[in-house]
């Protein structure tokens, strides 16, 4: 698999303009336009690596932050208009935090879901109440719905990680997928899981009428 610094993996795209369209205003605005975001793109090439380095230290995952410097790159290709961008540096960085803040919450939501999953699993009927024994089954059908619906892979992945306990990268070589597929394949079943949560909490505001 090619590096991250391995320009290759983001083509550079043509950005010029096409003569002969539109008025001389608005060819030169056009072209003013794509010069910026020519140079937005170079800047980005240029930080690449201290791209990589800042992410892999907020999310302590060299995968995870390769994944995310290219989120970043297909997100400078959709902007706009770039021109009000000074300094493209700063610019560069703050994305790159805002989208690492962004997975932090996600992934310390998940991993709640994943408490509370694994509580339905192992909680005692000796702890508890028959109406919460009765609750805590139908709460477990559920999530056992919702898991069974997903490809098998899915299925046998998260089990192998969550389950076992075994590295995405034991897994990866297991299954024979990438180490990023192995990610995203929790995280499907995880955005599941979350889903049905997010379905039992509101039948129990309802319930409750919250």
């Known amino acids: 698999m090619a590096g991250i610094e391995d320009s290759s993996l983001f083509p550079r795209h043509n950005l010029g303009f096409r003569p002969g369209q539109g008025t001389e205003t608005d060819r030169m605005g056009l072209q003013s336009e794509h010069m910026d975001h020519s140079a937005l793109l170079e800047a980005y090439y240029e930080y690449q690596g201290d791209l990589v ?3 892999s230290h907020r999310l302590k995952c060299g995968f995870a932050a390769r994944d995310m410097v290219q989120e970043l790159y297909l997100r400078l290709l959709k902007i706009q208009n ?19 803040t962004d997975h932090i919450r996600v992934e310390a939501r998940r991993a709640e879901l994943l408490r509370e999953c694994r509580d339905v699993l192992t909680r005692s009927e000796n702890q508890v109440t028959p109406e919460r024994v009765t609750l805590a089954r139908w709460e ?9 619906d997903l490809p098998p892979l899915s299925r046998r992945i998260f089990y192998l990680n969550r389950f076992e306990g075994k590295p995405q990268r034991a897994i990866a070589e297991e299954v024979g997928v990438s180490v990023t597929t192995v990610e995203k394949h929790i995280r499907k079943v995880l955005d599941r899981l979350a ?3 997010d379905r039992l909490e509101k039948l129990g505001k309802r319930n409750s009428g919250v």
């Not at 770039?82 to 690492?100: C, D, H, M, Q, V």
């Not at 477990?140 to 069974?148: C, G, H």
């Open 195 to 197: 889903a049905t949560r």
């Open 82 to 100: 770039p021109t009000g961008i000074e300094n493209r540096k700063a610019y560069l960085f703050r994305i790159a935090s805002n989208l690492a």
């Open 140 to 148: 477990l059908k559920l999530y056992q719905k919702a898991v069974q």
């Open 53 to 55: 380095r800042f992410l």
